[in-house]
């Protein structure tokens, strides 16, 4: 049941399961921070576990370390350590490179499992997704063709017979839309698709079975709700079934069957390995590892619970102002943020800004969306209470309306 | 002139002007360290430097840091101190991805800009440049072509008239052979050909003039002679000539024109920018940064003179003991290594076993090479005779022989 009240939020952080969690990040003094759908906060056990990396594994090891702290294999082992968060097997998923890249070399693999040439994406996917399908179609001799997927379009477009390969991000990175992931699969195998799933804003969000769901391939980023600190190494998920035959085009050494036989020819290596490029950055590597190690003390389910009791909390606080949510209210449909539109044009951004500066931290993503992310492992409900509170308050005064807060910095 | 004593090298190394440098590196206790060809000694501030950018620019800063500490521009502001290490200018490099994906990027780039399809390439270069060509000409509809470049074999191949790109790495990473730039580029820009540079083992280890000898695109990475640690961010440069045509695949939003407007189509960033694709491993970055700013108190004049100086040294006592170089002995041909034939079949990785337990690190390269790697910034004349002297003990004693030195580590 939805608190009404400060107390009632505080009585609920009381008897939270999750708030231990609370003390394994650094959370800055008088900070509320909502923007953990684009960076997430830095854990504690970070700066050490990285210190550490330099100075011992790097400084007095050096290149032994390749061997004896198992450089060679972090791809694999971290890739492991996201595996139960995304519903894989630790031996389905790899860490390294970007989500663009990552991105690119599914969406080729998956072209060339296909005779057909057309690659489904949403017309309102975040934006490196379309450039990356651009850029991969360009070459392959293939089409993007964008839908809305939320509409009946999805199914319509899968009908016409001559998808090779869905696109979709799982929750949208605007309005945070969950899909329907066991669904959208099902009917795009039917309609002989393959389906390659986004998972930047949903992994660490919300509870994810790409096994059960039989999905084919997916991406997704570590430094949202992952916490591994800005453009942290991504993630790659294949299928098992379809590792024996799948083919990527970034084929560098680390994904040779025996790379240090340093023959002339690419042999893919067996298993997810043959997803891997070149060598990855142990450096930030170290810092994923340290984030992930303290998502490995998270239920998942709990925490799904929690996000829902915090977006319904701030949604009805903000709802009962007035202001109207792009975000679903049902919960099947709803990731781990809210989206609230401006409530006047040209409002959005200088309202984040006034928020800002009363210490709540959110953000705007043009054209029109205030969007606030909930991260149950390290926000309470006192804190999803003031927020919203605050964010009536900056609406209610008018107080956005001041010349400074119109202010563009570079990058929001 | 050569030194032919300890004593000789003793007074080198107190008339060395470089010599303060090797202060700012961490250096473990007991080891002599001729593996900076393959990860780089850690630098003194970068541990220092990592902390503040995890403890300040992300734990306190958050996500604002984007804007405050510089984040997003972070592949130009690193770029451009790469740019006086290779001859370029500050606007024709960029940083981020690795090695692989940006010479995926530029391979693709260059064939866009050429009616021919040929991609000609070493046959012993670094197995993941084959590769990469190998993935990338597979996509383009182009071929691969492999030659031996230190021969006549290049001027033979590029006569044919059908060669769209040449990819050589500027130093052989297994003998360290250093190629003629400014003739290879003349010539096959005679010929219609363009040329990538692979610069991995020749950046911060040889002066390089990019510009001067009017290169097309070049690649390398930090972690080698850059000191950035394991894995770290690659280079990439473009002359500045080809921005405004050149078209690389992997388009993701860093690389467009107005990545804040989050449009659904891609248009290209003027200038080198367009070669990014998605956000970049900032931790790793703060390592890279330290370590550039080391570099930027090294006269490269200087560096150039003791590294000949040193394997000079390194040459004339292991060859006066019977060992021979597979480097060539002309200054002029010669990067930063040396690389000696194994002096008998299958001794070549127990002899570097062996040597390692005296202290000194080189390694070993399949089939025959024994590789030792020579960095100005960080090594003393003693050092190297040294371990000149610890090798020609391991052969002369036989001591390789012993069963435990024959144990293969997973990498070498």
Redesign the interface.
């Known amino acids: 049941m939805t608190p009404t009240t400060r107390e009632e939020c505080a009585a609920l952080d009381a008897a939270d399961p999750l708030a231990p969690l609370r003390e394994e990040f ?1 959370l ?1 003094e008088g ?1 509320i ?1 909502l ?1 953990g759908n ?2 997430g ?2 854990p504690r056990s ?2 050490g576990r ?2 550490d990396m ?2 011992r594994e ?10 004896t702290a198992g ?2 294999d972090k791809p694999r082992t971290l890739g492991a350590k996201v595996a139960p968060l995304v519903g894989a097997d630790p031996d389905e998923v790899v860490v390294g ?5 990552n991105l ?1 070399k599914v969406l ?1 693999a998956a072209l060339r499992m296909s005779d057909r040439s057309v690659v489904l994406g949403e ?1 309102g996917n ?3 997704d ?3 399908t ?3 179609v ?3 001799g293939a089409t993007q063709r ?1 839908i809305d997927p939320d509409g009946p379009a999805l199914g319509e477009a899968l009908a016409a017979g001559d998808v090779a390969v869905v696109l979709l991000s799982h929750v949208d990175y605007r309005t945070g839309t969950l899909r329907d992931m066991p669904g959208i699969t099902r009917t795009a195998h039917d309609h002989g698709a393959l389906v390659v799933w986004d998972l930047c804003h949903s992994a660490g969000a919300v509870p994810i079975d790409l096994s059960g769901c039989g999905a084919d391939f997916a991406v997704g ?1 570590t ?1 949202k709700y992952l916490n591994a ?6 993630f790659l998920y294949a299928a098992r079934r379809h590792h024996p035959v799948v083919d ?6 680390h ?2 069957a025996r ?8 042999e893919p290596a067996p298993g997810v390995s043959r997803f891997l ?9 170290a ?1 994923l590892e340290a984030s992930l190690d303290v998502w490995a003390k998270a239920d998942m389910d709990l925490v799904r619970a929690k996000s829902l009791a915090m977006t319904d909390l701030f949604l009805r606080v903000t709802g009962e102002a007035g202001l109207v949510s792009a975000t679903p209210l049902d919960h099947g449909r709803r990731g781990s943020q809210v989206a609230l539109l401006q409530p006047e044009e040209g409002s959005g951004y200088p309202i984040v800004q006034a928020l800002i500066e009363r210490g709540v ?1 959110g ?1 705007f ?2 054209p029109d969306v205030m969007r606030f992310g909930f991260t149950p492992l390290y926000l309470r409900y006192v804190d999803v209470f003031d927020a919203a509170t605050a964010l009536v308050e900056v609406v209610r005064t008018g107080e956005w309306r001041e010349e400074r807060f119109a202010q563009r ?4």
């Open positions: 650094v800055p900070v921070y923007d684009s960076l906060a830095l970070t700066p990285v210190a330099i100075e790097w400084g007095q090891d050096l290149i032994r370390s390749w061997n450089w060679w490179d970007g989500v663009s890249a690119f080729i017309a975040f934006p490196t379309l450039y990356v651009e850029g991969a360009g070459l392959a964008r980023c430094y600190g800005p453009g942290a190494p991504a990527q085009p970034l084929s560098g050494w994904g040779h790379p240090f036989d340093f023959t002339a020819d690419y490029s070149g060598s990855q950055p142990l450096v930030a590597d810092a931290i953000d993503r043009a910095a570079q990058v929001t």
